[in-house]
């Protein structure tokens, strides 16, 4: 089974105009594959919300080489390959706080090119597998904690992503809620064969994945290593 994320040697500096500059990454080698479930965890800092942005194409990379489904981040559109190879969860959710929970699973399909008939058609059928499709035409002020996290979980389902990746995406929510959204990912990990990576705090959350990586001060540990030291 090819991998469908391959991380090797990156490197990630942020440059500061007038002070030294900050690596925030250093070497990190990595692989993923289909339909795996990983948690990454590591103190604040140490480069776990940089790395989720490489791999959804958000950020850039210094030096290495990241491919995604078998492309090379550096040599593709990285907008194209953000909208149709993957997709990432906010903790606060990031709905657009004037469209209902519709519209905003509609949303990103509609950059793509779909129409609104066929986003709303899909925008239905994504919400109703996250429980929520009798609150589709609720705002986002109306909406629980819990019910914010599946509609944006639902989102970032819209254009059929291979992996998902989520940063804290239990962190503003109680224990039993969160348990909730990770029994989720793991029932869409079972029915679209979707990878799924998450950045926690949690340890009882990251227990429940099929791995646990850490990252310390730029560099990036198995579990067994340095779990303990958390």
Known sequence: MEDIIEVTN???????????????????????????????????????????????SIEDITMGT??????????????????????????????????????????????????EKKAKEKAQELLERVQ???????????????????????????????ILLADEPTGNLDTQTGDTIIELFREIITEKKITVIIVTHDIQVAKQTDRILILREGTLHREDEILEEL
């Open 66 to 115: 990241v491919l995604i489904d078998g492309e090379d981040l550096s040599t593709v559109n990285l907008v194209e390959t953000r909208r149709h190879k993957s997709s990432i969860i906010y903790q606060d959710f990031n709905l657009l706080d004037y469209l209902t929970a519709l519209e905003n699973v509609m949303f990103p399909m509609m950059l793509t090119g779909i129409s």
């Open 132 to 162: 929520l499709a009798h609150r589709s035409e609720h705002i986002p002020d109306d909406l629980s904690g819990g019910e914010k996290q599946r509609v944006a979980i639902a989102r970032a389902l819209a254009n059929d992503p291979k």
């Open 10 to 56: 990156l490197y990630k500096t942020f440059e500061i105009p007038r002070g030294d500059d900050i690596e925030v990454l250093k070497g990190i080698t990595l692989k993923v594959k289909p339909g795996e479930f990983v948690a990454i965890m590591g103190p604040s800092g140490s480069g776990k919300s940089t790395l989720l942005n490489i791999l959804s």
